[in-house]
């Protein structure tokens, strides 16, 4: 059988998503530090080439079966000495979900629960339609804005304890709002907030 290309370099060829060499090439060294509403920060790699065209065929072709395409191999050693008692999704945009079908945060964190072994919860949140049409506000809608937007859902919400240790789950990092919004919800509520993206924008 003949095996694919790497999504990257496209002349190894690889069982996975990408070859040892561009694996290595893409991760990212050194996440940014974060905010002050999480506790940690892990990002696998940089958000180019093969890992680009490869969340751009998730998010906007609707290929939410490649998030199995993400590997053990590819994630911070750190999410695997962490312990995490429930993976917790970010929300996307709902208008945006609704053309898509899915929400791709949400089968992300799925695929993450089975990778390192740790319970998934939703819904945690909730989110309303931004009040402006999506393409008034550009790609920055604001951390503002989209704090009016998430709130916590009551009843799944209720289930988690002052000492539950999450890891919120988003596919792209960019400017760190999404992260910041969600994540500011649940402090008080648990012990500790960390943050996973697979991918850095900058
Ligand atoms: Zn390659």
Not at 13 to 31: G, M, R, Y
Not at 97 to 102: H, I, K, M, T, V
Not at 115 to 135: G, T
Request: proline share 6%; with cysteine; glycine share 6%.
């Amino acid at each position: 059988m003949l095996l694919p290309p790497c999504e990257h370099c496209k002349i190894a060829t690889s069982i996975t998503l990408l070859c040892k060499n561009c694996a290595q090439e893409l991760a990212l060294v050194n996440p940014p530090s974060g905010s002050e509403a999480l506790d940690s920060l892990d990002i696998a790699f940089r958000y180019e080439g093969g890992v680009r065209t490869w969340i751009l065929d998730i998010k906007d072709r609707f290929h939410s079966e490649r998030w199995k395409e993400l590997i053990a191999a590819y994630l911070p050693t750190a999410l695997f000495e962490r312990r995490y008692d429930f993976i917790i999704p970010v929300t996307s945009d709902p208008q945006s979900n609704r053309l898509r079908g899915f929400d791709p945060s949400f089968v992300l964190a799925k695929r993450l629960s089975r990778l390192l072994s740790v319970p998934f919860k939703a819904p945690v949140f909730h989110r309303s339609d931004f009040p402006l049409p999506r393409k008034a506000m550009k790609h920055d809608i604001g951390e503002w804005m989209l704090s009016k937007c998430v709130g916590l859902n009551s009843v799944a919400a209720g289930e988690l304890s002052s000492t539950s240790r999450i890891l919120l789950v988003d596919d792209v990092f960019t400017t760190g709002s999404t992260m910041n919004v969600h994540a500011r919800l649940l402090r008080g509520l648990v012990g500790q907030v960390h943050g996973f993206c697979v991918a850095l924008k900058v």
